[in-house]
């Protein structure tokens, strides 16, 4: 298995001005959150609710969901780590875009199952190649949608027609991690087709626009018998008090949501505005990032030298291993000092 390059949080000896490499809430977490998973700090020494009833309760009430086709887990990546080990395994194959979420393919190999990676055109899912490979062996199809680092959405036809045409064997798993941010139509975020098939399930994490990456806290919603299925494999006790409390208490502060969606939405148009003014190339983000591309042949120029630019001046953006992202990085929507910052660095290293 390869290892997965996780984004810098520190630079040794350079104090951190701008972690814009986790696409985390640069807003931070709800203060009610924050209380509720102090007070839960209290009961530490008892085992935390089994099933997450209260946390599945307030994703029901919050998403318009029904509760009992919710499963939590310890973070999106556990959810959908554990959907990969219960549908597949040896001689099995798992489908995704080659370029998009880096996850899946160590999800694949971990359950022992073969992964598939599909080309895409132009970082764009291809569908119809995905389609194409698909077979007896398929077991799953997975879609980060909108997608991560590419930043790009694929709309609701084609989501659509993806699924229509997928054996009913095969499992749709939509990964909505970066759902709430969305602004491009039409766009939907895989319940409708959960709700008219049994052949799909639809991820969310509490990691983004919730501001809970720390607590670890991810769901699935779908066919009663896949919420059975990760009920069965599931470790002890997955999610901590802490966590489950926090995770409720987000759910309670819409407010906070919303202030978070309001401050990506305007910061992603203008920091990505700031970086074409500054003749580079910006992926049309529906997430809390933007992937932009520096110039593919000026050496002095390049996202390496650029990346090292940053973060010698306490800015961390993310690079990713992948030869066709060598001449990209990543860039997560932070406070709007932080792009100000970010902005003013990367107009400076141009100017040099
Ligand atoms: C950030 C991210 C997640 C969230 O993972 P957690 O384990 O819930 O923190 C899931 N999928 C994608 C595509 C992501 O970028």
């Not at 307030?58 to 887990?73: H, N």
């Not at 099995?92 to 998009?100: L, P």
């Not at 000092?337 to 107009?347: F, I, N, R």
Request: hydrophobic share 45%.
């Amino acid at each position: 298995m390869p290892a997965y390059m996780r984004g810098l949080a520190s630079v040794a000896g350079v104090t951190t001005a701008a972690k814009l490499s986790s696409n985390e809430n640069p807003l931070g977490s709800s203060p009610r959150a924050r209380r509720a998973a102090a007070d839960a700090l209290d009961s530490m020494h008892l085992y935390p609710e089994a099933g997450s009833a209260a946390l599945r309760a307030a994703i029901g009430a919050f998403f318009d969901l029904d509760p009992e086709r919710v499963f939590c887990g310890a973070g999106s990546d556990q959810v959908l780590s554990l959907l990969t080990l219960a549908y597949s395994g040896s001689g099995d194959e798992v489908v995704f875009s080659a370029n998009g979420y880096g996850r899946f393919q160590l999800y694949a190999r971990a359950a022992g199952a073969t992964p598939v990676p599909i080309s895409d055109r132009d970082f764009h899912v291809a569908v119809d190649a995905m389609l194409s490979r698909v077979g007896t062996r398929t077991k799953i199809v997975f879609l980060a949608n909108p997608d991560n680092p590419t930043s790009l959405y694929l709309p609701a036809a084609e989501v659509r027609r993806l699924h229509a045409a997928l054996p009913p064997h095969v499992l749709l798993v939509v990964d909505g991690a970066y759902a709430d941010y969305v602004t491009a139509e039409p766009y939907d975020g895989g319940r409708a087709l959960v709700d008219a098939a049994d052949n799909v399930v639809m991820a969310r994490t509490f990691s983004k626009v919730f501001g809970l990456a720390a607590m670890r806290l991810g769901w699935v919603y779908g066919p009663a018998h896949v919420i059975e299925t990760l009920a069965r494999v599931e470790p002890s006790f997955p999610l901590t008090a802490p966590a489950l409390a926090a995770g409720v208490a987000a759910l309670g502060d819409r407010d906070h949501v919303r202030r978070s969606v309001a401050h990506n939405t305007e910061w992603r148009r203008r920091f990505g505005d700031r970086l074409a003014q500054l003749g580079l190339a910006v992926y049309p983000s529906e997430t809390n990032f933007i992937l932009v591309r520096f110039p593919p042949d000026a050496r002095e120029l390049s996202s390496e030298a650029a990346n090292a630019y940053l973060l010698a001046r306490g800015l961390l953006p993310r690079r990713f291993v992948a030869p066709v992202f060598a001449d990209c990085l990543r860039i997560s929507i932070g406070t709007a000092a932080e792009l100000t910052a970010m902005g003013d660095a990367l107009a400076e290293f141009l100017r040099r």
